[in-house]
């Protein structure tokens, strides 16, 4: 009877360390690495920005540049108008795409229609 109970508590142990490593590859897989270049324009994450008023305000500020990338996800940004550098941490950053499209010469246009009936 001990035994029984021994090796039904070993067998949940094992199922439960068999599913924590599934599920630590499964989140692993899905982090998005923050890598961003020099000189690339990025929108920093205000976090302080929840304690006031207006819940449909935008909580990214910029756009600002990056000006150096430091080990473990620092980076050093500047504004466009401002000599000052602050440090950000990668996590509170997301690239402005602006400045992508207005480099580009064309842009595709795709309109969207009803699918075509058998009876048309």
Same mark, same amino acid.
């Given at each position: 009877m001990m035994q029984e109970l021994e090796c039904l508590r070993f067998e &949940?142990?094992?199922? %439960?360390? !068999?599913? $924590?490593?599934? /599920?630590?590859? /499964?989140?692993?897989?899905?982090?998005?690495?923050?890598?961003?270049?020099? #000189?690339?324009?990025?929108?920093v994450y205000n976090s302080r920005l929840r304690l006031m008023s207006g819940k449909l305000r935008s909580r990214l500020e910029g756009p600002y540049r990056v000006e $150096? &990338?430091? *080990?473990? #996800? /620092?980076f050093h940004?500047?504004? *466009?108008?401002? *000599?000052?550098?602050?440090? /950000?941490? #990668?996590? @509170? !950053?997301? !690239?402005? @795409? %602006?400045?992508k499209m207005k480099n580009n010469k064309e842009l595709e246009i795709f309109l969207l229609a009803d *699918? &075509?009936?058998t009876e048309d």
């Open positions: &949940a142990y094992e199922n %439960s360390r !068999l599913y $924590k490593e599934r /599920v630590l590859v /499964v989140h692993d897989k899905n982090i998005k690495r923050r890598e961003f270049r020099l #000189g690339e324009l990025v929108l $150096k &990338a430091e *080990p473990y #996800g /620092v940004l500047s504004h *466009p108008s401002s *000599p000052n550098f602050f440090m /950000v941490n #990668g996590h @509170h !950053l997301k !690239l402005y @795409h %602006s400045e *699918p &075509a009936t």
